[in-house]
């Protein structure tokens, strides 16, 4: 176990929907990334935050964004779902300042776009 | 598009055999690259890496090589076991990246018995 938690493990929501997917980072660890898992692919840069802020962005569209907290967890928020967005979401957390050894993933929430 | 890719989707090795899992990449800049190896139902899992002033690292039962001249780097596990069936990605992350880690496609190491 990876100490990375995120809820829920499974969603099913409904086509222009909204939602929010959460991540809490491994003790000691500041900042998370969020990336995006297709079936049969490889997991894609979403975005990641640092001290708050977002901090780097792949490409997704603005729909897709994020927050966080204060104790460093996380929220990703994906607005006017479509059916492309079913796949893996995959948080990461690492210690900014080490080497990129340290990042550590959840087990991730499956989202199904119906 | 991504700079990492991987040679073959599938890879099937008989218990107890040595495994090679292969990957290209194509920013001859990368200068961090990592494997991962991800079960089903779980997040990717962190192998071992190496840094492009490195030609090969060893873990335990791993060895991956790095190729710089013709961009490619691979995985060998020893002694193949059962709990080593998992999708093997081959992983990069810039020293400008801020842990930004790109992805290749996976390759799915399945042990005969």
């Known amino acids: 176990e990876t100490g990375v938690t995120q809820s829920p493990t499974h969603l099913i929501k409904t086509r222009g929907q909204q939602v929010t997917l959460r991540c809490s980072s491994q003790?000691?660890?500041?900042?998370v990334s969020w990336y995006q898992q297709a079936l049969g692919q490889g997991p894609q840069f979403i975005f990641q935050?640092?001290?708050?802020?977002?901090?780097g962005r792949g490409n997704f569209p603005p729909r897709f964004s994020g927050l966080q907290f204060p104790n460093y967890s996380s929220e990703l928020n994906v607005n006017a779902l479509e059916l492309d967005d079913s796949a893996l979401y995959l948080c990461a957390s690492s210690l900014e300042g080490l080497t990129n050894t340290e990042a550590f993933f959840g087990q991730g929430t499956r989202l199904t776009v119906v | 598009g991504e700079s990492v890719g991987l040679h073959l989707p599938t890879l099937s090795v008989q218990e107890g055999d040595n495994s090679i899992i292969n990957c290209a990449y194509s920013?001859?800049?990368?200068?961090?690259f990592i494997w991962y190896k991800q079960e089903s139902g779980k997040g990717p899992q962190f192998i071992i890496d190496?840094?492009?002033?490195?030609d090969k690292r060893q873990g335990q039962r791993v060895t991956v090589l790095l190729n710089k001249t013709v961009k490619h780097l691979s995985l060998q596990i020893a002694a193949t076991q059962p709990g080593d069936s998992a999708v093997y990605f081959c992983?990069?992350?810039?020293?400008?990246?801020?842990?930004?880690?790109?992805f290749g496609k996976g390759t799915r190491l399945h042990i005969l018995p």
């Open positions: 935050y640092y001290r708050e802020e977002e901090n």
């Open positions: 003790s000691g660890h500041n900042t």
């Open positions: 190496i840094r492009s002033n490195m």
């Open positions: 920013n001859s800049a990368s200068d961090y």
């Open positions: 992983a990069e992350n810039g020293w400008a990246s801020n842990d930004k880690i790109i």
